[in-house]
């Protein structure tokens, strides 16, 4: 579309509807991060405390997993990949308090949640969990849904 002489406006001025197009994507590129480390994410700044306990028990709450098929029709070849996300929650007895942030006191059973990812392209990252019986030193951070094991240092 030619550009009209300026006694004349266009039907559609493209820069505005430029501008407006950029301006919903950078907002919605600046969403996208904030959404996602909200899922489980330690905020900085959210207090920490680090303790001993003992945990009782680990259930699983969910299990998130996609797979994904590619098919060559060159070579006929098919392969897969997948990954899962797994949320967890462990009951745990506080057996000392290094560094408190929350209140808590030895002897209190408290629910721990965290996440283990996983997939069919191995990972630098060791997936650690919580085992039944085991006696452990951990950082917790609280948020809205309770206290999240920490597993970065």
């Known amino acids: 579309m030619e550009t009209a002489p300026a006694e004349h406006p266009a039907f559609f ?3 505005w509807t430029m501008n407006r197009r950029s301006f919903l994507l950078l907002g919605a590129a600046a969403f996208l991060p904030a959404a996602s480390a909200a899922d ?8 920490l405390s680090m303790l001993t306990v003992k945990i009782l028990s680990v259930d699983r ?3 998130d997993r996609h797979t994904y098929r590619r098919e060559s029709f060159q070579s ?9 996300k797994t949320w967890f929650v462990a009951k745990a007895q506080i057996e000392a308090v290094l560094d408190n ?4 006191t030895p002897g209190t059973a408290i629910d721990i949640r965290y996440v283990v990812v996983r ?5 630098e990252e060791v997936v650690s969990t919580l085992t039944t019986g ?3 030193t951990l950082t917790v951070f609280r948020n809205q849904t309770g206290f ?4 970065r240092p």
Do not use: I, K, Y
């Open 148 to 151: 999240w094991w920490r597993r």
């Open 76 to 84: 006929g070849e098919s392969s897969g990949r997948w990954s899962e």
């Open 134 to 136: 085991e006696t452990m």
């Open 119 to 123: 997939s069919s392209v191995p990972a």
């Open 101 to 104: 942030n929350h209140g808590l």
């Open 40 to 47: 489980v994410a330690p905020a900085q700044g959210l207090p």
């Open 13 to 15: 001025d493209f820069r």
């Open 61 to 63: 709450e969910s299990l």
